[in-house]
């Protein structure tokens, strides 16, 4: 194998250039979705303009011709299988999942900053003729372009949730992961490890993003393990339940009816009802908030089942916005609750939750672990590989981005046995 040096010389000016657009692109997403839940925490009454601002946000993916299914699943779906990406859809998720937001609903916004990350990786990569930085792939027929539309737009996604979450080592094994380690993806790492952390310097410099609290780790003991393994397990069922919940509601709506319109009036509507008649108004929003309290010990025992429900009721009726800060919020409350069965320290106990929630919903162990670690400390590193292990294997193997990690390695080992073979 030999190094094309104009094509890595290109490829690490991409890095560079996407690096600081991920950084960019992020803070400003960070901005408006922070400025846009200060105005509802504020105004209580943005509330009951929910399904008017569901309907706004998908009236501007019809005017800017993105198909109003979209979802993070299927911007994963287009990288696996290297179809471009409309540059649209960076502005549309952005304006989206601020007026998702606004309204108090229970989305975050790292779909924003995957997929805008995907729309600028698309299209900041085609000014510079990507090709394979090896010679032997640009000998093939295709002149080594195959797969480029889906490395160009990986990179940009992961710089982006680099700079969101300030982890450039997850969010590059997140977008592996996610790619289900597709060849011209895994072998142009080092080009998505410099974006990342270009990304995660500027981030870090500008002091915007997701800044999740730290947590005091303890040492690795038979009793600490014993009750990191409690939370794994619980974490496996409830995330697995989780994620079969958002998937199945989207499902069915879509079979139902593709008017995507009334179902997310529905959504805002039950929100309302929801968070009105409980005064769940704590719960909206991202749910950073609540993450807070759990990292800190402070959270009521049921909080995660209210947030997984307004979760599951906003993304699964089509509200734009992310899942995985949710998530977060979900696994840290329920990791912290299962200290009535462990009698352990519940700060501790949400960061295990936390990660082995994420490994469970997202099928992406190796990710869940070393965001644990980057956000946490590495100290935390035996517990958290843990939680992520025992989480991850328990469950079934799909997740809220389809089939996961331990799929795509089986049908990896088996097309090279049958390449031997043949």
């Not at 790292?110 to 010679?135: C, N, Q, Y």
């Not at 106990?349 to 672990?369: E, T």
Request: glycine share 12%; net charge positive.
């Amino acid at each position: 194998m030999v190094l094309d040096g104009r094509q890595v010389a290109r490829h690490g000016a991409f890095a560079l250039v996407i690096g600081v657009a991920g950084a960019a692109a992020s803070v400003v997403l960070c901005l408006l979705v922070n400025f846009a839940y200060s105005l509802t925490v504020d105004h209580p009454w943005l509330l009951y303009l929910l399904p008017v601002l569901g309907v706004a946000s998908l009236l501007l993916y019809r005017a800017w011709k993105l198909p109003l299914d979209t979802t993070t699943h299927t911007v994963v779906t287009s990288i696996r299988e290297d179809e471009p990406l409309s540059p649209l859809l960076a502005p549309g998720i952005l304006i989206g999942t601020a007026l998702s937001i606004l309204g108090g609903a229970s989305v975050g916004k790292e779909a924003g900053a995957l997929h805008m990350g995907a729309s600028l990786g698309d299209f900041i990569g085609r000014p510079f003729r990507l090709r394979s930085v090896w010679k032997a792939d640009q000998a093939a027929q295709d002149g080594g372009r195959a797969g480029m539309n889906a490395y160009a737009a990986s990179v940009g996604m992961a710089a982006a949730f680099s700079a969101l979450f300030f982890a450039p080592l997850g969010s590059a094994a997140f977008v592996i992961e996610l790619s289900r380690y597709k060849r011209m993806v895994v072998k142009h790492l080092p080009t998505m490890l410099l974006a990342c952390f270009v990304a995660w310097a500027i981030a870090s410099a500008v002091g915007i993003g997701d800044i999740i609290p730290k947590v005091a780790l303890p040492a690795l003991t038979w009793k600490t393990a014993g009750e990191c393994l409690v939370i794994a397990v619980v974490c496996s069922v409830a995330g697995s339940l989780y994620i079969r919940s958002i998937d199945g509601l989207q499902r069915a709506t879509k079979a139902l009816s593709k008017n995507y319109f009334a179902w997310v009036v529905l959504g805002g509507v039950i929100m309302i009802a929801l968070v009105s008649v409980f005064g769940w108004q704590g719960f909206e929003g991202t749910g950073s908030n609540q993450l807070a309290l759990a990292l800190s010990g402070r959270q009521e025992p049921w909080a995660f089942a209210v947030k997984a429900l307004l979760t599951i009721v906003c993304l699964g009726l089509w509200f734009r916005g992310g899942e995985i800060m949710p998530t977060f919020t979900v696994g840290a409350l329920l990791g912290a609750s299962c200290t009535v069965m462990t009698g352990g320290d519940a700060c501790w106990s949400a960061a295990v939750g936390l990660v082995a929630f994420f490994a469970a919903m997202s099928r992406c162990p190796l990710a869940a672990f070393l965001m644990g670690c980057e956000i946490f400390g590495w100290a935390g590193a035996p517990l958290f590989a843990l939680g992520a292990a025992v989480s991850f294997s328990l469950g079934r193997d799909v997740g809220y981005y389809g089939e996961g990690a331990a799929t795509a390695l089986r049908q990896a080992a088996a097309h090279w046995r049958n390449l031997k073979r043949s």
